[in-house]
């Protein structure tokens, strides 16, 4: 079975250390790491293989569009599924163009 290394990106650490906990019993993932913003991603890429990402959109110092867009000049084989508590179109539409996989709204159900 293959397993998938993870990235976590949110400036809102109690949300990333809950989906941490969550995706960490899952037998198909084995490494996760985490990010606050879109810079520290931008690093933490360049240091790990990662397979999946799981972007927020708004955050501090760089948001999740421009490092979505980034992260895709450098690796195209790149899994980024965007996170938001937004359900606007406008969100999903920035996302979307900026070539994500998914989109989900944080406060969705784990069902």
């Known amino acids: ?49 990662v397979d999946i990402v799981l972007m927020d959109i708004d955050m501090p110092k760089m948001d999740g569009v421009e490092a979505t867009q980034k992260a895709l000049e450098k690796y195209l084989g790149l899994k980024i599924i965007a996170l938001s508590m937004y359900g606007d179109e406008e969100y999903y539409y920035k996302m979307i163009n900026a070539v994500v996989k998914g989109f989900l709204l944080k406060d969705s159900d784990i069902n």
Do not use: C, P, Q, W
């Open 1 to 49: 079975m293959k397993s998938y290394n993870i990235i976590l990106v949110d400036d809102h650490a109690l949300f990333r250390s809950g989906l941490h906990l969550l995706l960490d019993n899952l037998d198909t993932i084995n490494n996760i790491y985490e990010a606050s913003n879109g810079i520290e991603f931008l690093s933490t890429i360049d240091k790990f293989s």
